[in-house]
């Protein structure tokens, strides 16, 4: 079975080894919690619990709802989707981002994840979501591009190279 978690308090050490297989720097990603102890986990799994509701001005000035992704109860991934947006989040920024612990990948688990992250921003009430991606992150451009994305501005230029970003048409039933 599989399902979105909310992040929450009660996250344990699971939780805390899906983020020491998730590589600290990848192509337009960064994974704070690698290489850090478990203390450490746990308060920043208490900035993201904050952080659905208090904007977190120093980096993004928008509230994020983060998400844990599980297959059989044992955690594949963490995805996150911005709630509120500004005008740079509406216009360019990406306003979902996820990550795929590395021992877990390429075994379709992106595509379950996509599609039930796009439920969650449906039952958010969003009509579309932008994604950025790395022009040279082939993976998840395919993703993108599978999950409905369409580009929207292509090929800009970013501090490690440049990147595209994609608009996905969320489906209403």
């Not at 009660?10 to 983020?19: A, D, R």
């Not at 619990?49 to 963490?78: C, F, H, Q, S, W």
């Not at 947006?85 to 390429?106: C, D, P």
Request: with cysteine; charged share 30%.
């Amino acid at each position: 079975m599989e399902k979105l978690e909310k992040v929450n308090s009660n996250m344990g050490i699971l939780e805390y080894k899906m983020y020491q297989d998730i590589p600290m720097m990848e192509i337009g990603s960064r994974n704070l919690i690698y290489g850090k102890d478990y203390l450490e986990f746990k308060k920043y799994i208490e900035q993201c619990i904050e952080e659905e509701t208090i904007a977190n001005k120093k980096l993004y000035d928008a509230t994020t709802n983060r998400y844990i992704y599980y297959v059989d109860d044992y955690p594949i991934g963490e995805v996150g989707i911005r709630t509120s947006l500004n005008q740079f989040w509406k216009m360019r920024g990406s306003q979902i981002f996820y990550k795929i612990r590395v021992s877990e990948r390429q075994k379709g688990y992106g595509t379950k994840m996509m599609r039930l992250v796009l439920e969650e921003c449906k039952r958010l009430g969003f009509e579309q979501v932008r994604i950025n991606c790395d022009d040279l992150n082939y993976g998840s451009k395919k993703l993108i591009l599978g999950s409905g994305g369409k580009v929207d501005i292509d090929h800009y230029k970013t501090n490690e190279g440049t990147s595209s970003s994609y608009i996905i048409k969320i489906k209403r039933r």
